[in-house]
């Protein structure tokens, strides 16, 4: 056999098997390295080197010693998630870099973490002032998370005291011109509804690149021609405009009426309606 031809085998072959082993280790291999999964990552990419590209080798013994590196990062994982101490030892301990808004020299120095290090992990979580950080943490992937202080941290509704509506992940019911039917029976809708909110849109299902509902049953879209537009969903606002008018006809109504039982009955109806006014606006916005 040619030395290209056997090449050529040995690297689809070990190509397979290190996708399986890959697929087998799960995602987390895939995310950012602790020391062990790294030193995994490097052997198992030297093992595969050395297999593909020397023709003297035994392929067998290489896959022989990628399954032994397969089985021994899962039997690490699985002692991991039984016992705390080991999982320190093999995975390592968060190093926190800063407490109480104060720098933790010692640990910058067990670390050999530079002052510019710590500026830069800053600068990457948007931070470019430490006196503004409450906490910071050198995590065991090498990343640095930081807590902000209260003062500096991002305004949210709950902050403000005031009410959100909940909401759920949008569904993707159309992609590439093809309904998708699971999403759209999650979003607890069928087909016809879809179809009639296209005409609506005057737009066919074909020409559309990406169909989203969200948890308002609101379809948005995105066409194939970037020339076209769509115009927003209007559903919300119209109902939001429809109920005000009504409380301000009742108004009206409260005013105009001569009787005073009539004038009673409009009034307090306008009440009612702008307390469901206020309840509802946080859902229509």
């Known amino acids: 056999m040619p030395g290209w031809v056997e090449i050529l085998i040995r690297s689809v072959v070990f190509l397979i098997v290190l996708f399986l082993i890959t697929k087998g280790l799960g995602k987390k291999q895939m995310s950012q390295l602790n020391i062990f999964q790294y030193i995994t990552g490097i052997v198992i990419g030297s093992i595969v080197a050395i297999h593909v590209t020397d023709a003297t080798t035994n392929p067998v013994y290489g896959i022989l010693a990628l399954a032994v590196w397969f089985l021994i990062p899962l039997a690490v994982e699985f002692l991991s998630l039984k016992s705390k101490r080991f999982r320190n030892i093999v995975q390592g301990k968060g190093t926190v870099l800063i407490q109480n808004g104060k720098i933790m020299k010692d640990n910058l120095k067990k670390e050999r973490f530079t002052t510019d290090n710590l500026l830069e992990e800053l600068r990457n979580n948007q931070v470019f002032n430490a006196a503004d950080v409450e906490f910071a943490v050198l995590e065991q992937t090498g990343k640095v998370n930081i807590l902000p202080k209260k003062e500096n941290q991002p305004v949210t509704p709950k902050i403000l005291g005031q009410q959100v509506a909940p909401e759920k992940e949008p569904q993707t019911v159309i992609m590439d011109g093809k309904v998708l ?7 607890s ?6 179809d009639t909110e296209l005409a609506k849109m005057n737009v066919s299902i074909e020409n559309v690149f ?4 969200d948890s308002d049953g609101q379809l948005t879209v995105d066409l194939y021609d970037d020339q076209l537009t769509v115009p927003e969903p209007t559903e919300k606002p119209l109902l939001l405009a429809t109920m005000k008018k009504c409380q301000a006809d009742l108004e009206l109504f409260a005013l105009a009426a001569e009787n005073e039982q009539s004038k009673q009955l409009y009034q307090n109806n306008s009440k009612r309606m702008q307390q469901a006014i206020d309840k509802i606006t946080p859902y229509l916005q």
């Open 210 to 213: 990406l169909g989203q509902v």
């Open 181 to 187: 039917l699971e999403p759209l029976a999650n979003a």
């Open 189 to 194: 809708l069928n087909t016809d509804w879809l």
